[in-house]
């Protein structure tokens, strides 16, 4: 069973900067797309930002210029890099994989979650 491992969430004052890490477990994560997502009180789940196995990245227009979201393989680890954080970034964050078609080979596709990590920006 995958499972995924997030870390590094936290209260940080609005300026701020925070680094998430998801580590997976299992031999999925080189041939998989790693997302981020967050849900704040009240709101739907969103995707805040997601990689490609082949590196291409992608995030909702909010975040653009200020998070960056990274991968290494070797340590089947993706990375979150938030910087000047508002209040409105506020949410637990979540971690998710599903297949990148491009270069997965399998039978059953699937989609994992992590537990989840608060992260509070106070303004």
């Known amino acids: 069973q995958v499972q995924l491992v997030e870390s590094g969430g936290g209260l940080v004052q609005a300026g701020g900067s925070l680094r998430l890490s998801c580590t997976a477990s299992?031999?999925?994560?080189?041939?998989?797309?790693m997302g981020w997502y967050r849900q704040a009180p009240g709101k739907q789940r969103e995707l805040v930002a997601s990689?490609?196995?082949?590196?291409?990245?992608n995030y909702v227009d909010s975040v653009k210029g200020r998070f960056t979201i990274s991968r290494d393989n070797a340590r089947n680890t993706v990375y979150l890099q938030m910087n000047s954080l508002k209040a409105e970034d506020t949410a637990v964050y979540y971690c998710?994989?599903?297949?990148?078609?491009?270069?997965?080979?399998?039978?059953?596709?699937?989609?994992?979650w992590g537990q989840g990590t608060q992260v509070t920006v106070s303004p």
């Open positions: 998710n994989a599903r297949p990148d078609f491009s270069r997965w080979v399998g039978t059953s596709p699937y989609n994992y």
């Open positions: 990689i490609t196995s082949g590196v291409s990245t």
């Open positions: 299992g031999n999925i994560f080189r041939s998989s797309i």
